[in-house]
């Protein structure tokens, strides 16, 4: 690749390219606001001008110019911070500003708002603007999002998004010169599924999420990797939280799974977070009929007893599993079936998914499988009920593990759980099952726990815990380790890590994950089909 | 004594013409063009080359060069759109042509359009113009009918047809990106630059945009041929010029000189010196956006060189004159207050200063003015300069740079007084 050099520094560019995105996939910065990767360039904020000293030819360019729209050439040199530059930035601070309310001590954005750090980092600090300022109320957007016209900067990035991104087109420019505004039509409430996307392009606080509105300080926010649970999609997210609460999630990018996006009804998983109603809290055991609180201690003598006298085996033991359920507490599930009870009656509810074709890639991101790792359930081997006879595996069931809370709106299966011997539930909220179990392992939840899912293009991705769980509640991979210890009488040592269960998976299934490494698994996770390939040159070269 | 030169007004100034087919027919119309059909398409384009022909719409670009970007063997079609959009202050002579002349035009359009292999081309007109979109649509009606536009241009083998499209009233649409947005039904936003709209302008294709008084000049060289037409004007500015002349002048009206006669004959022979006997104070000398000059500024050669040299711009060729009871001050508000009106708004250095700029100058008219005041106005026009998206910026802080340079003192008056 050709290079260019921007402060004396090469930087490697593709033919074509702009200096602004060389610039930053080389990592370094250039101040710029209405500049997005995804969306198409207008250069009109005027805030990433640059000095090209050089033009690549020996010449310099006759005035400052935007780097966003301004080709590199090879050999050009630029400089970022002579003091032409700087005039330059300060002049466009200053205009940005003359309208700007600054109302930063009430605005969501203050803390993460790029005016702000641009204005911290390359204006005067001084206005001289002595008349009033422009004023427009606020605005009822849509249906995730509001519209605070005054912090507008006129990026224009939103109204790009509805034409370039959604294709919905539902935002525009209205009036001109200093009366500009960016609105939607006709007063109409936006319908798209992605808005939430539109408060985070926005550089300022004039697209806000409502369900983040007045909840938090920015800067309050402590932010954990993770894979979103609305759909098979698995969009990269964070989880971000505060005093063990969270209080948004934002799409994390990923180039191979949602690239900078992530849809509305993923943004509102939080709330099932947070949720306390439901929540599984404490271990219970049916004691005379009555679901009774119990130690952990006593639930699993209790499940010990009851196995001893039962005795379950084959065909009398039957696993639901439902695909919120991570790979390693899919595997360990697995496991515990066949080893103790020989046993590879795993079932998951099957579903036939379909996903919007469409020219606009956003619009392909929701899925109608409203689950993150049916992919997973499929390539551990567990039985898809749909070619599966599930109805029939449980009428001989003696034991009924329930991990989850699989087939709730199936009522022959729960009808059937009445049915046998000794039920067991795995999960970290009530639900149908709850009322039928006899023996309540209390879980954690998306937040709380670690693990992996695989996407529905078996992009394999793991996440991380951000709240502290309750000390009455364990992970399910703990759980069904445990389970799987005392069935088996191998001792339990110390409570056992992640990462060893994850080794363990890796291991075991070495032909489907590689061996991996649970380091080796990164934030942007890995696609199996790279994962065969690598392991296949590998195998090779060996 | 200075005298018009007749090249595009000859008909104009002829008694009892009236522009229909007819009469233009009469008057030799419609020779050019079969001229240039006989001729390669690359042919024509180096004769408008040869003929040193600068665009008329503001910046004076050779129009053969960018005839000669156009992109080739795209795969994609061609267009001519012609800026008809006239709307910078103190210009009025499309207008003429398309009102009075229409034929004349179309022809040199209808050459562009072969010489260019378009088989569509589009006039884009200032909506307010209903006289001149009346006449022109009437003109281009009457070509379908003879069977000179259509599927065979002039009964030959080329095919053309021509649409007449109105604009809405908005100056920044005079800019030719934001034109071509607003052709395609857009809002009319000036374009990043590049691509330049000979790579991807009219629905992404290759597209040239030219002024009405361009492309008329087409058809003269045509006629007269290369030599004989530079030979009207000054070195490098060849032709002969339409000149707007307005302001405080006994006779403003619609001019034709060849490039380079001076400015102040045009002011004092043609448009018979300033009104009432008062004294000349000043020359806005190429529409409102450009650098005034003062009185006695203004003995130079009237074309693109020499009025660039002098600090100024010829631009469309808007003289707008004013004399000496004339409060500069006022003007440059009228000045601003149009800016601030028209621009778009995407950028934002136009955007937040054509509006701050109306605001310090409304002050100033409300004697409310002070030195740190006029500091910051020439400031806040000075920064507009060279730093937006598109001219319009540059547009509006010339008047203002120069004005505080030229006629400091006519601010002064205008500083608060305590009282
Ligand atoms: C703000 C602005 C307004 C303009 N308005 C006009 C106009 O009304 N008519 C025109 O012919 N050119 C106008 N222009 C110039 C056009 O962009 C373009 O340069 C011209 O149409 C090219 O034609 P020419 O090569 O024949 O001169 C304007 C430019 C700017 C920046
Ligand atoms: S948008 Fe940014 S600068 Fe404006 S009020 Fe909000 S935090 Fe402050
Ligand atoms: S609302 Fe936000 S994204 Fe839209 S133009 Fe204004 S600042 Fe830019
Ligand atoms: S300079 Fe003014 S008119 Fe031109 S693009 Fe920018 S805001 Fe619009
Ligand atoms: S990022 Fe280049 S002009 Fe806005």
């Not at chain 1, 926005?202 to 999420?209: D, H, S």
């Not at chain 2, 030195?371 to 998206?389: D, S």
């Amino acid at each position: 690749m050709e290079v260019f050099y921007i402060d004396d520094q090469p930087v490697p560019f593709e033919k074509g390219e702009k200096i602004l995105s060389a610039a930053l996939r080389a990592g370094l910065e250039i101040p710029h606001f209405c500049y997005h990767p995804a969306l198409s360039v207008v250069a009109t904020c005027r805030m990433c001008l640059v000095d090209v000293t050089d033009l690549g030819n020996g010449r310099p360019a006759p005035k400052l110019m935007t780097s966003c729209s301004t080709d590199a050439m090879p050999n050009m040199r630029i400089s970022t911070q002579n003091d032409k530059v700087q005039e330059g930035r300060e002049l466009v601070m200053e205009y940005l500003l003359v309208n700007h309310p600054l109302d930063c001590p009430i605005c969501d954005q203050s803390g993460e708002c790029t005016l702000q750090d641009h204005s911290y980092a390359h204006g005067t600090g001084h206005s001289e603007m002595e008349y009033n300022k422009r004023v427009y109320g606020w605005r009822d957007i849509g249906t995730f999002v509001q519209l605070e016209r005054n912090r507008c900067i006129h990026c224009s990035r939103c109204d790009r998004f509805t034409r370039e991104i959604t294709g919905t087109d539902e935002f525009g420019m209205f009036n001109r010169g200093h009366e500009l505004t960016l609105d939607t039509f006709s007063d109409r409430a936006m319908t798209n599924h992605f808005q939430g996307n539109m408060a985070d392009i926005c550089p300022v606080g004039a697209i806000t999420e409502k369900e983040f509105r007045f909840k938090r300080r920015a800067w309050k926010l402590r932010k954990v990797p993770s894979v979103c649970t609305g759909c098979s999609t698995g969009c990269n997210i964070t989880i971000e939280h505060d005093r063990n609460e969270v209080l948004r999630l934002k799409p994390r990018e990923n180039q191979d799974v949602n690239q900078w996006w992530m849809c509305d009804e993923g943004r509102l998983t939080y709330q099932q977070m947070n949720e306390r109603e439901q929540r599984l809290a404490k271990p219970m055991g049916r004691v005379k009929g009555k679901l009774l609180q119990v130690t952990w201690q006593q639930l699993y003598d209790a499940v010990a007893d009851r196995l001893e006298a039962l005795k379950p085996n084959g065909e009398q033991v039957v696993a639901l599993v439902d695909t919120h359920s991570t790979l390693e507490e899919m595997f360990l599930l697995r496991r515990l079936l066949q080893e103790v009870f020989s046993s590879d009656q795993v079932f998951y509810p099957q579903q036939d998914w379909t996903q919007p074709e469409s020219e606009f890639f956003i619009e392909t991101l929701i899925t109608t499988d409203k689950a993150p790792n049916q992919a997973g359930a499929r390539l551990l081997g567990l039985k898809g009920s749909q070619e599966h006879d599930v109805i029939s595996a449980m009428k001989s069931a003696k034991l009924l593990l329930v991990l989850g809370n699989p087939f709730i709106n199936e009522q022959p299966l729960l009808d059937l759980a009445g049915t046998t011997e000794l039920m067991v539930h795995i999960a970290s909220r009530q639900s149908e099952w709850t009322d039928r179990a006899d023996a309540i392992f209390p879980g954690q939840n998306h937040a709380e726990k670690e693990g992996s899912f695989l996407n529905k293009q078996e992009h394999w991705q793991r996440f991380w815990p951000a709240l502290r769980p309750s000390r009455h509640v364990r992970p399910e991979w703990q759980i069904l380790s445990e389970l799987l210890h005392m069935g088996t009488a191998t001792p339990v040592q110390q409570t056992p890590q992640f990462s060893q269960i994850f080794q363990q998976m890796t291991s075991i299934e070495h032909k489907l994950f590689g061996n991996l490494a649970l380091e080796k698994l990164g934030e942007s996770g890995i696609s199996l089909a790279d994962l065969r390939q690598q392991s296949d040159t590998l195998a090779q070269t060996a | 004594m200075l005298e018009e030169t007749l090249v595009l007004f000859r008909n104009i100034r002829t008694p009892g013409y009236d522009g229909t087919l007819d009469s233009y027919r009469k008057a030799g119309g419609y020779q050019s063009l079969p001229k240039a059909l006989a001729m390669q398409p690359e042919e024509v384009i180096a004769l408008v080359k040869e003929a040193g022909l600068r665009g008329r719409g503001g910046a004076g670009f050779p129009t053969g060069l960018k005839w000669s970007f156009m992109a080739k063997n795209t795969g994609k079609p061609s267009y001519l759109v012609c800026n008809a959009d006239e709307s910078e202050p103190g210009t009025c002579k499309d207008r003429e042509l398309m009102l009075k002349d229409p034929h004349l035009f179309l022809e040199g359009m209808m050459i562009g359009c072969y010489a260019l292999g378009c088989h569509h081309g589009y006039i884009y007109v200032r909506g307010e113009y209903f006289p001149a979109i009346k006449s022109l649509n009437k003109a281009i009606d009457d070509c379908y009918r003879e069977g000179i536009l259509g599927p065979k241009l002039l009964g030959g083998d080329y095919e053309l047809d021509l649409t007449v499209h109105t604009g809405a009233g908005a100056y920044i649409c005079g800019e030719e990106s934001a034109l071509l947005d607003s052709l395609e039904g857009k809002r009319g936003h000036p374009r990043v630059k590049p691509p330049f709209p000979a790579v991807a302008g009219f629905n992404s294709c290759p597209t040239s945009v030219n002024n009405v008084e361009t492309l008329t000049n087409v058809t003269a060289i045509l006629e007269m041929g290369a030599d004989a037409y530079k030979s009207l004007g000054s070195p490098n500015n060849a032709g002969t010029h339409l000149v707007s002349l307005s302001g405080h002048v006994n006779r403003p009206g619609v001019y034709e000189v060849a490039m380079g006669v001076g400015l102040r004959e045009i002011i004092q022979e043609l448009g018979g010196g300033v009104r009432g006997g008062k004294q000349l104070k000043g020359v806005i000398p190429g529409g409102s956006s450009s650098p005034v000059l003062r009185a006695d500024e203004i003995d130079i050669a009237y074309d693109f060189d020499s009025v660039g040299k002098a600090g100024s711009m010829m631009g469309s060729s808007a003289i707008m004159v004013f004399d000496e009871d004339t409060d500069v001050v006022k003007l440059l508000h009228r000045i601003s207050r149009f800016y601030n009106h028209e621009s778009c708004g995407q950028c934002t250095p136009c955007r937040e200063g054509t509006h701050w700029a109306r605001q310090l100058l409304r002050d100033f008219l409300q004697n409310n003015g002070s030195e740190r005041k006029l500091n910051r106005l020439q400031r806040v026009g000075r920064n507009m300069g060279g730093t937006t998206l598109c001219a319009l910026g540059d547009a509006a802080s010339m008047p203002i740079v120069s004005f505080l340079k030229k006629f400091p003192d006519d601010f002064r008056q205008y500083y608060a007084t305590a009282s």
